[in-house]
């Protein structure tokens, strides 16, 4: 009878007194950040006294010192630097875009517009009629008037997605392929509409890539409102335009991800990573993209030795080195995860922005999922919930080496996101303080959970 | 058998036919709004070309006029004005406070710093000897020092406070009563740490009220960082303060709910209200108090009216004159609503920010509760799940006249709104396009079901 009592009248009371000593752990870390959480004081620093990190630039340098120093400061088991290799795009001047005839006419009407990242200097002034396209489709359809134009692709979001990041990921295939798309069919320039959700006029930047069996040609992204205007004239006529921009590569450069860490006690050599990246665009102060994944993971660390809190597992605080322009922080943990045989149990990252925290996703199988999802209730009175799908750019080639590795993301309210993403408006002031705190109290909690009850059901 | 086949095995089927209906409808809505809203561009109009709008003042007269004129555009089956009778508080003049002595020393440290609002002038400068306390126990403790002194109430915001409002609450009855409990014991004056979330020294005002039993002392709301500094040197010193205001009240002003109405097809003698307020504090433009709320309820008629959607019940959008100094515009409402023996079914009300929208409180009975929680799974696409909990000031008086209406209310997130509520950085600018479209989707789909399907389980 013994086991059956215990069974059936113990275990419930257990359970529940487990619940209970989560709420209350939790509670404190939760009461411990909104406190004294200095996530926000870091992130001033980092964006106001360091600025736009680009890989291969000095501040990108000083970003990785200031980051050691700081975790440093909160005394964990160690910091150490992992170097790696990274590319080194330089914009190498002040892009340019305007429109200086239509219908024949001349006129001078410049446009805001950025170079896309990685694209090549234009050497010196294309001028060429624009072909307008909404779409893949319709440059396929129309790819014998495209020879000897710059091809605008109207890459506008559909505001209809409600997630933000379904409306990037449609239209951002337009930023990455679709220079090379143009040049396969002649065209000596590609402008886009910036992927930008913003009632406003800024350019948006980002990664695109060159299909080398192609001209590079070069590639702006338009302010949103330019970029509607553009489009609305060259429908109504023909619209000559000017691009001039000025990209190139330096060798590639010497970068490092910062790694602290909290040994285990019971487990410590099971690992569980948390971070975000350390590196930004050059146009701005990365303040959302990712400086607030950057103090949000540094501020679970600080909110847990300021608790004296001893996990069970090995759990790393990572601050990625390269993700915007080539991805190279987090193929180079990887490349030494597998190296070192390490045995990773979940990673998350933290790569959305500062936002108010909407939910915890976890890419995993339906059981790994149910199990998670039973600490719904423990995350719930602080806003976020565990849904399905999760992972990020960082953490994503730790599954190459072994796909058991819980893949998670920390997903805030995605509404404001694309309004600043990869614009000069992703600056500190745009970041809001308890926002960006609750972030670091739902990610604690959550690693909490994980620490203490492991990843399997 | 048929009625039991009919049970058994149509009745699902038909239950989840009539889901997909009203998930294809709330879809053509949510796309409608997003897509052609309007409400943000209203909402620039209200606060850029009318302004602050306090009842009594001539932008308050304006934003009445505009709000008939931009409804009647919307050809809604009628338009009417509600004229009712508001107080008529003017803050009279350039508020101030200051450090002058800290220690016997002289000093001049000017603070930021709002009269509370309805609060008086102080016939000239008010120059005493501060008392800070922490809260009213410590008042009640000390008050035997309180004669002569100006008492300094320490009410800042509880960080720990996941839900803003609830750090609000707790915090409001300072600003609301600590002038008369200070008055009772003899204080010349009062100041109160501005009931902020923010990292800034913005004054926010609000509403206060007198105990006529007491001395109509003047009091004032500090900027946090003034307040923070205050409270800090007045814990180690003697700190002398002055307060200067300049309030007073003209007699009683003429202003107008005003009420828009889509005729009900099946049930018009039903009725629907949603609603936000129309005026502000003077100090900003009250674009998240309350400029969003009436965009919002204005949206939702000019989607349901681009649809052409006819519904069973009959729909009131109403923009109430006055809610915050007084109340009078749902006291006006309710009155007529009770004097025309109207049947109102449920109200709604958006009065919480135009945040991203993060569910729909219905105060109401559990079953009733049940009832409307079903509809959680059609309104989680677009962020929100129906909770316990709902109703505001503006339509709460209904409940005085019929108890079994069902109040319910928008609930935003609440992270950003106390960093602007009732301060002069609640501006147009502080407000997201997104976000306050997503908060009229949010409600024209909870209406749709309301209206389609009754309140009743």
């Given at each position: 009878?013994?086991?059956?009592?215990?069974?059936?009248?113990?275990?419930?009371?257990?359970?529940?007194?487990?619940?209970?000593?989560?709420?209350?752990?939790?509670?404190?870390?939760?009461?411990?950040?909104?406190?004294?959480?200095?996530?926000?004081?870091?992130?001033?620093?980092?964006?106001?006294?360091?600025?736009?990190?680009?890989?291969?630039?000095?501040?990108?340098?000083?970003?990785?010192?200031?980051?050691?120093?700081?975790?440093?400061?909160?005394?964990?088991?160690?910091?150490?630097?992992?170097?790696?290799?990274?590319?080194?795009?330089?914009?190498?001047?002040?892009?340019?875009?305007?429109?200086?005839?239509?219908?024949?006419?001349?006129?001078?009407?410049?446009?805001?517009?950025?170079?896309?990242?990685?694209?090549?200097?234009?050497?010196?002034?294309?001028?060429?009629?624009?072909?307008?396209?909404?779409?893949?489709?319709?440059?396929?359809?129309?790819?014998?008037?495209?020879?000897?134009?710059?091809?605008?692709?109207?890459?506008?979001?559909?505001?209809?997605?409600?997630?933000?990041?379904?409306?990037?990921?449609?239209?951002?295939?337009?930023?990455?392929?679709?220079?090379?798309?143009?040049?396969?069919?002649?065209?000596?320039?590609?402008?886009?509409?910036?992927?930008?959700?913003?009632?406003?006029?800024?350019?948006?930047?980002?990664?695109?890539?060159?299909?080398?069996?192609?001209?590079?040609?070069?590639?702006?992204a338009l302010g949103p409102n330019d970029a509607k205007a553009l489009y609305a004239k060259a429908k109504k006529g023909t619209v000559r335009a000017q691009i001039q921009t000025y990209g190139f590569f330096l060798p590639d450069a010497d970068e490092n991800n910062v790694v602290a860490e909290l040994k285990g006690t019971e487990h410590p050599e099971e690992i569980i990573t948390i971070g975000g990246h350390l590196d930004s665009w050059d146009v701005n102060e990365g303040a959302h993209d990712d400086g607030a994944g950057i103090v949000q993971t540094m501020e679970v660390l600080r909110a847990m030795k300021a608790l004296n809190y001893q996990p069970k597992h090995t759990i790393r605080f990572v601050l990625f080195a390269n993700e915007e322009n080539g991805g190279k922080g987090g193929a180079k943990y990887a490349e030494l995860a597998k190296l070192n045989k390490e045995k990773h149990i979940l990673a998350l990252e933290s790569d959305a922005g500062g936002f108010t925290p909407r939910s915890i996703g976890v890419g995993t199988t339906p059981a790994q999922l149910a199990y998670f999802q039973k600490w719904t209730p423990l995350l719930k009175p602080y806003g976020t919930e565990v849904v399905a799908g999760g992972g990020g750019a960082d953490i994503g080639p730790l599954t190459g080496y072994d796909k058991n590795i819980v893949m998670s993301s920390l997903t805030p309210d995605s509404q404001r996101y694309f309004d600043l993403h990869h614009a000069k408006t992703d600056v500190f002031e745009n970041v809001n303080k308890r926002e960006l705190l609750l972030g670091a109290v739902n990610i604690a909690a959550f690693i909490y959970l994980v620490d203490q009850h492991g990843v399997n059901p």
């Open positions: 009878m013994r086991p059956l009592f215990f069974l059936v009248f113990c275990l419930p009371f257990m359970a529940q007194a487990q619940v209970n000593q989560d709420s209350v752990a939790i509670k404190k870390m939760a009461d411990e950040i909104m406190t004294n959480g200095t996530a926000y004081d870091l992130l001033r620093e980092l964006t106001k006294k360091i600025g736009g990190r680009l890989a291969g630039s000095p501040q990108q340098q000083n970003a990785a010192i200031w980051g050691k120093r700081n975790l440093e400061a909160m005394k964990p088991d160690k910091v150490y630097m992992q170097p790696c290799k990274t590319p080194n795009w330089q914009r190498g001047g002040k892009d340019f875009a305007a429109i200086v005839g239509i219908n024949g006419k001349p006129t001078n009407q410049k446009l805001e517009a950025l170079a896309l990242g990685n694209s090549l200097s234009s050497n010196g002034l294309v001028e060429a009629d624009v072909l307008a396209v909404a779409n893949f489709d319709e440059l396929e359809k129309r790819k014998d008037e495209v020879k000897g134009k710059i091809v605008y692709y109207n890459s506008e979001f559909d505001p209809t997605f409600i997630q933000t990041f379904k409306a990037y990921s449609a239209a951002g295939t337009y930023r990455g392929t679709g220079a090379s798309r143009a040049a396969k069919y002649g065209a000596v320039g590609v402008m886009i509409h910036s992927l930008s959700t913003a009632p406003d006029n800024a350019p948006h930047t980002g990664g695109m890539k060159y299909d080398s069996a192609y001209p590079k040609i070069p590639a702006v």
